[in-house]
């Protein structure tokens, strides 16, 4: 049975470190079962190595039994920023399909969000699938509201991009959204109680209302 996504538990001893090569393998395997046209191992190099204005991180979970030992902690999912003249651009958000809706997302943002803080960024965008609305729904929590649409941005599907913005990052709501966010990260997920809905390329997925 599928289990209902208001009813999703939010992933524990999930910790953040930053991206490294040697964690491509498993970022390449999420890439390529969320996204129709998934990077390559080439463009993640070339971003982790632009240097100071990137920043990079991939949520690691623990594994069960004798794998821990063996193999480590799995990538769960993704994310990275570019700052450049005051500027923050997130440039990709992703989690392991099987881990939907437990707050993955959720924990890289305040992260990215907070950096881009920390980097000067007074404010941040990012671009999304019109038909994403779960994500944008993620992304409105964070202060993220649409201004335009791109039309066929996404060459791969035909789809239009709703451009997003967050202003005022250095401000004291942004400040307050990020540790209300942060407050949230160990509760059970889907707070929205809002379901997930369907998207044809992604394989794997849980955590949709059955």
């Known amino acids: 049975m599928v289990m209902a996504a208001s009813r999703r538990l939010a992933l524990s001893g999930v910790r953040l470190e930053p991206m490294h090569p040697r964690h491509l393998r498993q970022v390449l395997a999420i890439e390529q079962a969320v996204y129709p046209r998934p990077w390559t191992p080439g463009v993640f190099l070339s971003e982790l190595e632009a240097g100071d204005s990137r920043r990079y991180y991939v949520a690691l979970a623990g594994r069960g039994g004798r794998l821990a030992r063996l193999r480590g902690p799995r990538v769960v999912g993704y994310g990275g920023i570019m700052v450049q003249v005051g500027e923050a651009h997130v440039t990709t958000v992703a ?30 965008t990012l671009e999304v699938r019109t038909t994403n609305l779960g994500a944008q729904r993620l992304y409105q929590a964070f202060g993220f509201a649409p201004v335009g649409v791109r039309p066929g941005y996404y060459a791969e599907t035909g789809e239009d991009a709703l451009i997003m913005w967050a202003h005022e990052l250095q401000g004291e709501r942004m400040r307050q959204r990020l540790e209300e966010q942060a407050a949230r990260l160990d509760q059970p997920g889907g707070a929205s109680g809002q379901p997930d809905l369907e998207v044809p390329w992604v394989r794997g997925r849980t955590g949709l209302e059955g």
């Open 95 to 124: 989690v392991d399909p099987r881990e939907h809706r437990r707050k993955v997302a959720s924990r890289l943002l305040v992260r990215l969000l907070a950096d881009a803080r920390a980097m000067g960024a007074e404010a941040a």
